[in-house]
Structure formats: structure tokens, C-alpha cells
């Protein structure tokens, strides 16, 4: 019987905390399914890569069945050549008294280059999901520094929007979270973004139902969902990183081997222009797994309350597009 071929997959900022959480998971077959085997680059910056050598030693011990080798790299072409994912983690994190415009501008700059050398030595299948900060705009930055690649193989993520979006709706309706379907989160992975659940359906209900608890959608919902990020910093003092994993790899999977039959999830995409949102913005939709291709859910009907909403997250993903203007490519 022949072989399946090993997958190549690329994790910048491999020995950050999202690194270390997704590495074993994506060993063991979770991201990619039990069948595929999977051939590890791991990123870092050169002060980083003793701890990557670490972790690969680690990976080593797990012997795992489909894990055919990890290599670790201190040089973006070398790590990227030839590979079918790209998990771009590895960003500059927030430091003290830093503004948003000069994160943008530091990471922009991280993303511009590694979006041009994916362009140069990346494989033809490939797929890329952005994680370091901000990731829509990263996102946007690498897509636009690769020509040669169609700007859908570059998302980032929101999974963990959708997940939060999810845990918080089955709280509220005491029903486990299999049984909710249908949230759908726009807009930007920030403070702005949109958790919607007025298309869901929750243990066979509406989530519209849900929604007319106007009090509990905009005071309790929606900031629960749009500002967990800073809520898990201030309590366990480091940024969400097993959740964030955890989200990369559902993203991935979901990618490749398809979103589950009537339902949707949520990810960062280059818009073609839906729902009001100008192409080419990595924009949040709801979306579905078609042949290992994302497509937005269309034709959902967008009330004035949704509107509003995804209306201030696009502005802002605007503004952040026109921050590091300079960066883009004429
Ligand atoms: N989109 C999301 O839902 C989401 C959720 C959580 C965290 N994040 C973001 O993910 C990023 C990583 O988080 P973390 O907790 O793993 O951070 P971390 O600081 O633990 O790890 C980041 C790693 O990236 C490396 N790195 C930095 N620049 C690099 C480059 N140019 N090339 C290769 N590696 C590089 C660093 O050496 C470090 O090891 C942050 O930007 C964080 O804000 C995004
Ligand atoms: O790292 C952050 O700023 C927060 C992170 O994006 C999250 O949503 O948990």
C-alpha cells in the first residue's frame, strides 16, 4: 500500500507558550487526523532556539506514531521551504507604555518579510493561519507581500472567539456545548469584535431567543466574549495560551477536513467584499469547510443591532490597515 506523504508544518514562535501547547497536539495527529503523517519546523528567534531544542526533545520522548521529524530553524527561508502550513505564532508581545500604532508597526514588519519569503519557497499547497498580534491585520500585511499566493490560503484566527462565544452561550442556556451551532464572530480579534448569535441554534432553540435578553446580550455576552483575552491576562497573569492552541489546531483541522454538516465556525479571511466589509480587510465571518476551502456563510439575514456592531470592528480593522500603509506594497 503506498504511503501517505508527511505534511510539512511550519510554527513560528515555537518555543512561546502557544508553541509549546499546540507542538504535541499537532504531533499526535489532533490538527491534521491520526493518519497524516507530519514532518515539524520549528521558528525562533536565535535566543530562543536552545528552548526550541528543548521542546523537540521533548517531542522525541513522545514517540509519537505519525511525527517524522523536527528540525529548528533560526532563518525564515529555511523554515518555510517548501511547507504546506504555516502557523505564524511568533510575534513582539505588548510591552510597558507601548501604543497600539507601534505593535502594529513592529509586528508588521515581522509579517511583511515572512509573507514574501512564503512567497519565494512556501509549497503550492500552502495554507497559512496568523496567531501573533494583531493577527487580522498580520495577516493582511503577509498576504499582500505574496503575490503569487491566493490571498484566501492566509487567515487568522478567531477560532478562539468562536469557542469563548460558545462556552459562555452554554452557560447561559446550561446546555453542553455540542449542542450549540450556528455563532458566528466578525470583525476584528479585538475588543471590538462581534460574537452574533442571532442565527444560532442552542439545544434546538433559537439563539435570537437568547438575544432578546437585550440586558444580558450587550452588558454581559458580549463583553464577556469581546474582552476574555485581557480578562485571562489579569487573572492568571500570562496571556491565553493552551486555549489559543487549542483554537489554532480546531481552525486547521476544520480547514482540511471539514467544518461538521450544518453547522459553520468563524475565521479571519481576506474579504471578497461581503456584507459591507471592503476587500481585501481580514475580516471575521462565519464560514464553512468546502474541499478544504473556507467559504463565508452569505445570505444571512444582518439586523440593525448586528450591523452596528460589525460596522465598528471594520472601522477599526480600516484604521489599523492605514497605520502601517507604509508597509504595504505600492
Ligand atoms: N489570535 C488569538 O486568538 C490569540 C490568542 C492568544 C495569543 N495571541 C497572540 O499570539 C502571540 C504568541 O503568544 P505566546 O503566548 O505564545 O507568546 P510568547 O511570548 O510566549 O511566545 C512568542 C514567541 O515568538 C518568538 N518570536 C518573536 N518574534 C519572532 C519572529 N520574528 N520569528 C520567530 N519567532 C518569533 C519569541 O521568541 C517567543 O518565543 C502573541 O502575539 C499573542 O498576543 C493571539
Ligand atoms: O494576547 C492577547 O492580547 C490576548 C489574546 O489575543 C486573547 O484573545 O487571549
Known amino acids: 500500500m503506498p504511503s501517505t506523504p508527511p505534511a510539512v508544518v511550519t510554527v513560528t514562535g515555537a518555543a512561546g507558550h502557544i508553541g509549546y501547547a499546540a507542538l504535541f497536539r499537532i504531533a499526535a495527529g489532533a490538527m491534521l487526523g491520526h493518519d497524516q503523517p507530519v514532518r515539524l519546523r520549528l521558528l525562533e528567534l536565535p535566543g530562543a532556539v536552545s528552548a526550541a531544542v528543548g521542546t523537540a526533545m521533548e517531542l522525541d520522548d513522545g514517540a509519537f506514531e505519525q511525527l517524522t521529524s523536527v528540525d529548528i530553524f533560526d532563518d525564515a527561508r529555511a523554515a518555510f521551504d517548501g511547507t504546506d502550513y504555516a502557523l505564524l505564532v511568533g510575534a513582539k508581545p505588548r510591552s510597558k507604555g507601548m501604543e497600539r500604532a507601534d505593535l502594529l508597526q513592529a509586528n508588521a514588519a515581522i509579517f511583511a518579510e515572512q509573507g514574501a519569503v512564503l512567497n519565494d519557497v512556501a509549497g503550492e499547497d500552502l495554507r497559512v493561519i496568523v496567531v501573533g498580534n494583531p493577527a487580522n491585520t498580520n495577516a493582511a500585511i503577509a498576504a499582500a507581500h505574496a503575490p503569487d499566493i491566493p490571498a484566501e490560503r492566509f487567515t487568522a484566527l478567531t477560532r478562539l472567539d468562536h469557542n469563548r462565544a460558545i462556552a459562555q452561550l452554554s452557560h447561559r442556556a446550561g446546555c453542553p456545548a455540542r449542542e450549540i451551532t450556528r455563532v458566528s464572530v466578525w470583525g476584528n480579534h479585538s475588543a471590538s469584535q462581534y460574537p452574533d448569535i442571532f442565527h444560532a441554534r442552542v439545544a434546538g432553540r433559537s439563539g435570537a431567543e437568547f438575544a432578546e435578553d437585550r440586558a ?19 487573572t492568571r497573569g500570562a496571556s491565553s495560551a493552551a486555549s489559543a492552541a487549542s483554537a489554532t489546531i480546531d481552525h486547521v483541522h476544520d480547514w482540511v477536513l471539514g467544518t461538521p454538516d450544518g453547522d459553520w465556525t468563524s475565521a479571519a479571511l481576506p474579504s471578497p467584499g461581503v456584507y459591507g466589509v471592503p476587500e481585501g480587510l481580514v475580516c471575521s465571518f462565519p464560514v464553512r469547510s468546502v474541499g478544504e476551502r473556507w467559504e463565508i456563510v452569505e445570505g444571512l439575514d444582518i439586523n440593525e443591532f448586528s450591523r452596528t456592531r460589525i460596522d465598528a470592528s471594520v472601522a477599526e480593522l480600516a484604521d489599523e490597515i492605514a497605520a502601517v500603509g507604509d508597509l504595504l506594497p505600492a
Open 216 to 234: 444580558w446580550l450587550v452588558d454581559d455576552f458580549i463583553p464577556t466574549v469581546a474582552r476574555r483575552g485581557t480578562a485571562i491576562i489579569e
